[in-house]
Nanobody
Framework: QVQLVESGGGLVQAGGSLRLSCAASGTFGIYHMGWFRQAPGKEREFVAAISLSGDSTYHADSVKGRFTISRDNAKNTATLQMNSLKPEDTAVYYC??????????????????WGQGTQVTVSS
């Protein structure tokens, strides 16, 4: 079992940047990791995912070229670097872990463990 704690959210102006971190307990290197977000009144949506080794990454089309997912297995941390933020990026951002591995999922229901979320607000 793994416990996930997100940090790094906040209020930023459009065009700005934020760096979200997800600190994990347990044996971090056996989990695929993902980031999802949920805006008020909307479904939770996929943002990015990374394989347990870090060799493979996936980004939603809406964030491709602006957001980058990474991980440091030595530090038990997954990171989402968000640049060129837009007001439509405003949401609660969640990190998630998937075990056992297999294919890297981009669907929220395939992740077993979730953090509590961190609010990101982008003002226009």
């Amino acid at each position: 079992q793994v416990q996930l704690v997100e940090s790094g959210g906040g209020l930023v102006q459009a065009g700005g940047s934020l760096r979200l971190s997800c600190a994990a307990s347990g044996t971090f290197g056996i989990y695929h990791m993902g980031w999802f977000r949920q805006a008020p009144g909307k479904e939770r949506e996929f943002v990015a995912a990374i394989s347990l080794s870090g060799d493979s990454t996936y980004h939603a089309d809406s964030v491709k070229g602006r957001f980058t997912i990474s991980r440091d297995n030595a530090k038990n941390t997954a990171t989402l670097q968000m640049n060129s933020l837009k007001p439509e990026d405003t949401a609660v951002y969640y990190c998630a872990a998937r075990f056992p591995a297999g294919a890297v999922p981009t669907t929220s229901r395939l992740y077993n463990y979730w953090g509590q979320g961190t609010q990101v607000t982008v003002s226009s």
